[in-house]
């Protein structure tokens, strides 16, 4: 289990940095593909096998297939990509600074406590674990995003309607 953990850990941050450092949009996609199978796989780990297919599904099928599409619906290569001055490589080395001393300084003034778990709990990832919290800790949140997409749903009908309302 612990031999399981780190492969798909390792496998996830490599996948990951070939995402940032791909040449090829395309390529980019393909390992953001295998980035979130390799999420799936640690959600499978711990035993939320749910929550791992619904990963897969959601992120690795619709959405990948989505940025595919736009990606070659754009036909984003590196020979159309205008020039930057000198100067903007500068700023990104810059920001890339302050962004790693940012998370050292975070990490660093971050306390980690762990507290030992007595007893493994099988019913952890389970549906009817987060069907239970979903709807009675977090009822209000629950229905507040329900709102928000029922407001984005009636906005995209207004929008694509071509007539008026």
């Known amino acids: 289990m612990e031999i399981a953990f780190y492969v798909l850990a390792v ?4 996948s990951a940095l070939a995402v940032v ?3 090829s949009p395309v390529y980019s ?10 999420i799936a796989g640690q959600y499978v780990l711990l035993n939320a096998q749910f929550l791992a297919a ?9 959405i990948m297939v989505l940025f595919l599409f736009v990606i070659m619906l754009l036909n984003l290569n590196i020979a159309t990509e205008p020039v930057k001055p000198v100067y903007m490589r500068a700023y ?3 920001g890339g600074c302050v962004l790693c001393l940012t998370m ?7 306390s980690f406590e762990f507290t030992p778990v007595n007893a493994y709990d099988n019913s952890i990832g389970t549906i009817e674990k987060l069907g239970v919290t979903l709807y009675n800790n977090y ?7 329900s709102l928000l997409f029922l407001a984005a749903m009636i906005g995209a009908v207004i929008l694509a309607k071509k007539g008026d309302i």
């Open 11 to 14: 496998s996830a941050i490599l």
């Open 21 to 23: 450092f791909a040449k």
């Open 29 to 38: 996609v393909l390992w953001l593909i295998l980035t979130f199978f390799t």
């Open 54 to 62: 619904v990963h897969v599904i959601v992120y690795a099928g619709a």
């Open 92 to 94: 990104e080395i810059v």
């Open 104 to 110: 050292v300084a975070a990490i660093h003034t971050s």
């Open 139 to 145: 009822i209000f949140i629950f229905e507040v995003s």
